[in-house]
């Protein structure tokens, strides 16, 4: 639990990206064209001008059709680097400065283990930012798609793809079908034969609700993630009340602000 406390209050730094009208206004005069051209080019672009098959295999969540409406063809408007530097201009002006959070956060990722996390590494590789508040957002970043690549490693080693993750989110209440798949390009055809094979392997109930078993299913994904996870948070040691002190403040100001919505389809709470 101690590796999703600090999940939860920082997320919401980070979240600003996809929510702030700077990123999107970025996006724009970088030459991309349309959101979610800007989402995946942005959130893509440390690992280069990847294209739609291994993109889809990182990001795990999304439809592979979606992801193939982005890429490749955002790299014939915008270098990877032109959108990387646009996008940490960004939200340099929508991300709060505060350089002991920023520290902290910095000692945290100087812990993490990239081993199997190429989006993590990806955006470790980037060089720190001079600017505090770019330089604050990279950590959360960093700290967000280490979590994020260990639980995708988690999710697969309990044999469940993508889309089958998602529907334990929303078969546990985390968050609702409608939240999610406007956001995530899965057909209803798609959503209905993934509800269908959980059914199958008594994940799921009739009603889409988790049963006994896939509630313990759960439990195991999200205990091996937030073991994955532990590396960052045990180097903080006594200093990580301090950290959770820092941020925790901000990312309240940043969701009550209206910037990050509560419901999100990252499944992201007020902290």
């Known amino acids: ?50 294209g739609p098959e291994p993109a889809a295999a990182v990001l795990f969540g999304f439809a592979p059709a979606m992801v193939a409406r982005a890429l490749p063809d955002a790299w014939s408007f915008a270098s990877p680097a032109a959108v ?37 590494a990806a955006w470790a590789a980037v060089p720190k930012p001079a600017n505090p508040a770019a330089a604050l957002w990279l950590a959360t970043t960093i700290l967000r798609e280490h979590r994020g690549d260990g639980h995708v490693l988690a999710a697969v080693h309990a044999g469940l793809s993508g889309l089958e993750t998602t529907l334990t989110h929303i078969g546990d209440g985390v968050i609702g079908r409608a939240d999610v798949q406007p956001h995530r390009g899965w057909s209803d055809e798609e959503w ?60 309240r100001a940043v969701i009550d602000s209206g910037v990050v919505p509560v419901p999100n389809p990252m499944g992201v709470p007020r902290p």
């Open 1 to 50: 639990m101690t590796a999703r406390r600090l999940w939860a209050a920082v997320e919401p730094l980070h979240a600003v990206v996809y929510f702030a009208p700077e990123t999107a206004a970025a996006a724009k005069a970088v030459g991309l064209r349309g959101y979610w051209m800007g989402y995946f080019a942005g959130r893509l672009a440390p690992l280069g001008p990847i």
């Open 192 to 251: 209905d034969a993934a509800v269908d094979r959980l059914r199958s392997r008594g994940v799921l109930d009739e009603a889409g609700r988790l049963t006994d078993a896939g509630r313990e299913l759960r439990r195991r994904v999200e205990a091996d993630t937030d073991r994955l996870a532990a590396g960052p948070v045990e180097a903080l040691g006594a200093d990580f009340e301090r950290a959770l002190e820092l941020a925790v403040p901000l990312s």
């Open 84 to 120: 990387l530097e646009s996008r940490l201009e960004a939200v340099s002006a929508a991300v709060p400065e505060a350089p002991e959070l920023a520290a902290l956060l910095w000692r945290a990722v100087d812990a993490c283990d990239f081993g199997g996390r190429p989006l993590a």
